[in-house]
């Protein structure tokens, strides 16, 4: 997630001068990231705006999805299967 920290911010211009199609200077006066990476590009350039920030207000945090863990089921007891009792006939 493409961010800018606002409070680092000095709106010096480099990153909307050079990078306007993801960061814009907000109405606060500050920059602000407009769109996410979805590409290496994409990823390169964020990167290079992250690198030249003279004030490190720049991230990009990787939020991955998580992979669901199977935890093992310690002591559970067997699942028994009834069969179906029959009507008596009388
Ligand atoms: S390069 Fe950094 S300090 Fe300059 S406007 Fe962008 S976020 Fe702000």
New binding site residues.
């Given amino acids: 997630m493409v961010q800018?920290d606002q409070d680092l911010?000095?709106?010096?211009?480099?990153?909307?001068s050079t990078h306007p199609d993801f960061?814009v200077l907000d109405t606060d006066g500050?920059?602000k990231a407009i769109k996410q990476v979805s590409t290496d590009e994409e990823k390169a350039t964020v990167q290079e705006?992250i690198d030249?920030?003279?004030?490190g207000?720049?991230s990009n945090i990787v939020v991955e999805e998580s992979t669901p863990v199977e935890t093992p089921i310690i002591g559970e007891a067997p699942i028994v299967i009834e069969e179906p009792v029959a009507p008596v006939a009388e």
Avoid: E
Wanted: some cysteine; glycine content about 6%.
């Fill in positions: 800018v911010c000095i709106a010096c211009g480099l990153c909307f960061f500050k920059a705006a030249n920030c003279p004030v207000a720049i």
